[in-house]
Nanobody, 126 residues
């Protein structure tokens, strides 16, 4: 029932920053956690971060090393991913996804999230 649309991707030089947005629409009586994932060419999709709407909890992949920050604006129904100090290894298609058990599923990989956006390309290159 939910629709998710990512935006904000693009080309950035190493060391630069981008802010991705995920807008959520659709009627539901449930509160959904929103996660960010990325998939580089030839690699498996990996969970990056997650934020809850019911408890205010956040999750970050250990590999991020403090470079990424997830936030939300409930009035705009938007979740953001601020990405700083980007490196070529961060090049990937970035997806947002929604699930009522998003935090728990993220610890298990998160491939079974219920709803997914179409993705936005992030390319880090000089």
């Amino acid at each position: 029932q939910l629709q998710l649309v990512e935006s904000g991707g693009g080309l950035v030089e190493p060391g630069g920053s981008l802010r991705l947005s995920c807008t959520i629409s659709g009627f539901t009586l449930d509160l959904y956690d929103i996660g960010w994932f990325r998939q580089a060419p030839g690699k498996e999709r990996e969970g990056i971060s997650c934020i809850t709407y019911d408890a205010g909890r956040t999750y970050y992949a250990h590999s991020l090393k403090g470079r990424f920050t997830i936030s939300r604006d409930n009035t705009k129904k938007t979740v953001y991913l601020q990405m700083n100090s980007l490196q070529p290894e961060d090049t990937a298609v970035y997806y947002c996804a929604a699930d009522r058990q998003g935090i728990a599923k993220m610890f298990r990989g998160g491939d079974d999230y219920a709803y997914w956006g179409q993705g936005t390309q992030v390319t880090v290159s000089s």
